[in-house]
């Protein structure tokens, strides 16, 4: 969903956040901000991506036709054999529009091993894909760990391996899913609460940044 100027200003009025405060948590320039409110500016995803993010934090949900809403939070789970496939149905579909996708504790053998088959896997690999330009979407994995096959629309970052802990959570746009692989069952815990979607993304930003990326050569022989 396109995001609009008037959207926006709504979503700031009903969040109780002025331009001078958007500015400032944003970290973009008051004319910049002025000027893509009022449209005279053309669209840039990233500045509307942050926008977006500081606006789901504070408990905000666009809807279709400019309209906004206080967003009431949700808990479910999902489990089943076809869990998996429901959550990237579910992450597809919230972020295809534009979105931020912080992904940590992965191994993606497990993610291959519960897959509901390579078919499966590869479409949702390739409408991905297809969005790559619309999202930010990053993945931390274990020190060392060369298994990954999504680098066409993922950037992969390693965690040295005594800070790694295998329990992987999904942070998507204003959604957060921990998943739970134990012996063949999978079990997923889904939360949309907007404040503590930002909240995980934050600590993601803080690990990311003091992590690094996998070495060249060696990503390159074992793709």
């Not at 309209?67 to 998996?84: E, N, Q, T």
């Not at 959570?169 to 999978?186: G, H, Q, R, T």
Request: with cysteine; charged share 30%; proline share 4%.
């Amino acid at each position: 969903m396109r995001l609009t100027g008037p959207q926006i200003e709504a979503a700031m009025a009903l969040a109780g956040i002025t331009r001078e405060v958007m500015s400032v948590e944003a970290k973009i320039a008051k004319k910049t901000l002025n000027d893509t409110l009022s449209g005279k500016t053309a669209y840039r995803e990233e500045t509307i991506r942050k926008i977006r993010g500081i606006l789901e934090g504070r408990g905000i949900e666009f809807l279709p036709d400019d309209g906004v809403k206080r967003h009431i939070g949700i808990m479910d789970r999902i489990i089943g054999s076809d869990a998996l496939k429901r959550l990237f149905d579910d992450v597809y579909e919230t972020v295809k529009e534009g979105g931020d996708l912080c992904v940590s504790g992965v191994d993606e053998k497990l993610f291959a091993k519960f897959n509901v088959s390579e078919e499966e896997a590869q479409i949702h690999r390739a409408r991905m894909t297809a969005i790559k330009d619309k999202i930010k979407f990053r993945v931390l994995l274990r020190e060392d760990d060369y298994y990954f096959r999504n680098d066409s629309y993922i950037e992969y970052r390693w965690v040295p391996k005594q800070f790694f802990y295998q329990y992987p959570i999904y942070v998507y746009n204003n959604k957060l899913a921990f998943i739970k692989f134990e012996s063949n069952n999978l079990e997923i815990l889904r939360i949309t609460v907007p404040s503590m979607a930002s909240a995980f993304r934050a600590q993601f930003e803080f690990i990311w940044n003091y992590s690094k990326p996998p070495t060249p050569q060696l990503s390159k022989d074992n793709k």
